[in-house]
């Protein structure tokens, strides 16, 4: 994968507080990258150096390359972004707005505006007044006027803050829909555990400044060869029992019990529990949801590593 984005032992003290604490870690060309922490944690800090908003006091941060520190217009070229919220003007309509924006980059053309208003689906709505729209239309506008310049990163702080679900959804299926049709590299922050477990590749989980890990969605890194499964039967304590002399490891959970196997000692384990009358009524892998890891992380002092 291409890495577009990098940070390097990033700090930021702000007087003579540590607001940002060494922080390390990378974003890919073509995958949607999560920002998680409580509010104050440092996200919204964190993208402002990033986009050169703010300096960093220490640290090295590159795009595409380019050090923000070093060359800065070079670097800032390749990055759209939207801090808080999209300012448009209301007055105008969404087709007006992106005049006005692609009048600040040389090159964007009616052909480049028609098809981001495509891209983001608001082909039918773009010349009505911008203070007709709707929350997430004007999101999805802001979008629009990031992506007129072809930028390699799309960075949103907080994108589906004060959405309702509908309007969540549709923010979530566009960022995936651009990460796939464009390569971007798109990095979200949110404090919205079960969306940014739907829409990230990966995410990175900030605390006090500092990043306590960085998770793969779709592929769990944290778990080792075993996975957890979760077993429904008659007789838990016998079941333990067996499964102990045995030496697999099982433990209560719930109404059954919980074991831990590799997928190909499943079937022996079955029959083994079945050979000696314990009744299994169901089997099915537990997987910890991004809620469990973030608060097991986040409540866990010892636990804090770059990556």
């Keep these: 994968m291409t890495s577009v984005v990098e940070l390097e032992n990033v700090t930021k003290t702000i007087k003579g507080r540590k607001i940002i604490d060494d922080l390390t870690f990378n974003v ?14 440092g996200k919204t800090t964190t993208i402002r150096m990033i986009v050169g908003l703010i300096g960093m006091t220490s640290g090295e941060i590159k795009i595409c390359g380019r050090s923000v520190r070093k060359e800065y217009e070079n670097a800032i070229s390749h990055v759209g972004a939207i ?26 053309n009616k052909e480049k505006i028609d098809e981001v208003v495509k891209l983001v689906g608001l082909t039918e709505r773009i010349h009505d007044k911008v203070r007709t729209y709707s929350l997430g239309m004007r999101q999805r506008l802001g979008i ?25 959804r549709e923010i979530r299926d566009y960022l995936r829909k651009l990460a796939e049709k464009k390569n971007l590299a798109i990095i979200v922050s949110s404090h919205l ?48 029992k067996v499964l102990s002399r045995n030496g697999i490891q099982a433990v209560k959970h719930d109404k059954g019990v919980q074991i831990f196997l590799e ?45």
Aim: proline residues 5%.
């Design 83 to 108: 801090v808080e919220n999209p300012e448009m003007y209301k007055f105008l309509s969404g087709y007006q707005n992106l005049k006005q924006a692609a009048r600040a980059n040389k090159g964007i």
């Design 193 to 240: 555990l079960s969306e940014m477990e739907m829409m990230c590749d990966r995410i990175a989980i900030i605390q006090k400044g500092r990043l306590i890990n960085v998770q793969n969605v779709l592929s769990d890194e944290m778990e080792s060869d075993k996975k957890t499964y979760f077993c429904d039967v008659d007789n838990r304590n016998k079941a333990i």
């Design 28 to 41: 890919n060309a073509g995958e949607v990258f999560g920002f998680l922490g409580p509010n104050g944690a």
């Design 144 to 168: 629009a006027q990031s992506l007129l310049h072809d930028p390699n990163i799309l960075i949103l702080d907080e994108p589906t803050n004060g959405l309702d679900p509908a309007g969540i």
């Design 263 to 307: 997928t190909s000692e499943v079937p022996d384990t079955l029959r083994l529990l079945l050979e000696h009358d314990v009744l299994v009524f169901e089997i099915r892998p537990l997987k910890k949801s991004l809620e469990d890891k973030f608060l097991e992380l986040t409540n866990n002092p010892e636990v804090a590593v770059n990556v």
